[in-house]
């Protein structure tokens, strides 16, 4: 036997039906659909999109260098660091014998020499250890074009120096004119490796 409930339910349902027709049909139209924005691109959770001009940011190629690069490294900058006082004993030292000659007083004639002599054992080492790194760092691209200006202008310093050491300060001892140029070429070199130095100093 069927239950009065469900009787009544029925008949309310037949009764709406017949009273509003046009109420119980679900009409779906096209347009009335929700429509993705055409604009919109959706993008994964926490990345961000780049635009067409972003050009991303190439990385450095690794280069190994040896265990002896190293070392040469390291004797190299112990060395440089060794030019300044050299350089201040040189100048004050001659600028001593230029203005007095033989009449400089006697720690100036002792100390010129060997300060100048040391000079040139250093700016040799220098010379044996800097060009073997930059033969063997010869293909790395980090750091290449402050290395090879770095080289050119150390080896300018050096010619200047062995010039100003040999020819100049054999015509300084007896002719004032020479020793002006002798102290004009080594202060100029001095200069200059003294750039050289600063490029790598401040470019590390």
């Known amino acids: 036997m069927i ?20 109420q119980t ?6 347009d009335s659909l929700p429509q993705p924005h055409a604009a919109t691109v959706m993008q994964p959770v926490g990345l961000t999109r780049l635009s067409a001009d972003t050009v991303p940011r190439v ?6 260098y040896s265990d002896g690069y190293a070392t040469r490294l390291r004797v190299h900058k112990i060395l440089s660091w060794g030019m300044l ?11 001593q014998l230029l ?9 100036a004639r002792t100390m010129h020499g060997p300060a100048a002599t040391g000079s040139a054992i250093l700016f040799g080492a220098n010379t044996v250890t800097g060009g073997w790194n930059l033969w063997e760092g010869r293909k ?29 300060a054999d015509d300084a001892e007896e ?11 080594a202060l100029g070199s001095m200069g200059v490796s003294t750039v050289s130095w600063l490029i790598m100093l401040i470019g590390n």
Do not use: C
Not at 5 to 20: E, P
Not at 25 to 30: C, D, G, K, Q, S
Not at 85 to 95: I, Q, R, T, V
Not at 141 to 166: C, D, E, M, Q, W
């Open 175 to 185: 002719n004032l004119n020479a020793r002006r140029t002798h102290r004009n070429v």
């Open 25 to 30: 049909a679900l009409t779906v139209r096209p």
């Open 99 to 107: 203005e007095n000659g033989s009449d400089a007083p006697s720690w």
């Open 59 to 64: 990385r450095r190629k690794a280069f190994v």
């Open 3 to 22: 239950p009065i409930t469900d009787v009544a339910v029925g008949f309310l349902m037949v009764w709406q039906a017949a009273v509003s027709p046009e």
């Open 85 to 95: 006082p050299l350089f201040a004993a040189s100048y004050f030292s001659g600028d």
């Open 140 to 168: 790395d691209p980090n750091g290449r074009t402050r290395r090879i200006l770095h080289s050119v202008l150390f080896t300018a310093a050096s010619g200047g120096f062995a010039y100003a050491g040999t020819k100049l």
